[in-house]
């Protein structure tokens, strides 16, 4: 039996739909790539009421951006798009996955959101973060064994159409890797402006140049406020907590 923090992987992200990991947090994810831990993203749906593409082509979109960003694994829960909600089977689908990979740190959606999907993951991950300590909320592996329960207080909110209500608790550095966040991106071509590239379909907010553009200039003015090019910014759920001043040195 596992210690309760005993960890195995680095981070999980989790998202409502394909391609909101990326959207958010591309560049933390590539940066974690490159630094070789392991990174697993969860998707809840396949994105099906989506006004562009389709669940299929979504699938191989996430697959391609998944090889680009170097992640370990990517799993989808198969919630139904567009209805997301805290009950008994979806707590269960996301305890168990928070259980098979017990990750040390977990980035979702923050509380306040345009897409009810996205608040209403946020109120789901909440409820399963707690349950996934708790012993009496039995849920078993693949195999049909009972998993061992699991916590971290590593947990962390993305920003995504909505500015924070207050500043970010911090930002990570993706100067570096940027380029491959937008790589990344690109890859969900049914979804965001790649030229030439699914022109006829309908408009939606992501599929603009100007939205592009957005990203980088949200990315470009945070870098700039931390003396950097680019930089994400995520809020904390737990205190942000240093076991010593020493790691900032
Ligand atoms: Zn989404």
């Given at each position: 039996m596992k210690e309760l923090y005993e960890s195995d992987f680095d981070c999980m992200i989790i998202g409502a739909h394909p391609d909101d990991a990326e959207l958010c947090c591309g560049g933390t994810i590539a940066k974690?790539?490159?630094?070789n831990k392991k990174v697993v993203i969860v998707d809840l749906t396949r994105g099906e009421m989506g006004t562009r593409g389709t669940e299929e082509i979504r699938e191989l979109e996430a697959k391609a951006a998944s090889e680009i960003l170097g992640v370990k694994d990517r799993i989808n829960l198969g919630m139904r798009d567009g209805f997301i909600r805290t009950n008994e089977e979806n707590l269960y689908k996301v305890v168990s996955v928070i259980r098979k990979f017990r990750p040390k740190i977990i980035l979702m959606h923050p509380s306040f959101e345009r897409h009810p999907d996205h608040e209403n993951t946020h109120i789901l991950v909440r409820d399963a973060l707690f349950k996934i300590g708790l012993k009496k909320f039995v849920t078993n592996d693949e195999n049909g064994n009972?998993?061992?329960?699991?916590?971290?207080?590593?947990?962390?909110?993305?920003?995504?159409?909505?500015?924070?209500?207050?500043?970010?608790?911090?930002?990570v550095d993706?100067?570096?890797?940027?380029?491959?966040?937008?790589?990344?991106?690109?890859?969900?071509?049914?979804?965001?402006?790649?030229?030439?590239q699914y022109e006829n379909e309908a408009y939606t907010s992501l599929s603009t140049p100007e939205f592009m553009e957005e990203l980088v200039a949200r990315d470009r003015y945070y870098g700039g406020i931390n003396g950097v090019k680019y930089a994400e910014g995520f809020l904390s759920v737990e205190p942000v907590f240093v076991r010593s001043l020493s790691q900032f040195l």
């Open positions: 974690l790539s490159k630094e009972p998993q061992d329960v699991y916590r971290t207080r590593n947990i962390y909110c993305y920003m995504q159409a909505y500015q924070f209500p207050k500043s970010a608790d911090f930002f993706i100067s570096d890797v940027h380029d491959i966040k937008m790589e990344a991106i690109r890859a969900f071509s049914s979804q965001v402006y790649v030229p030439g």
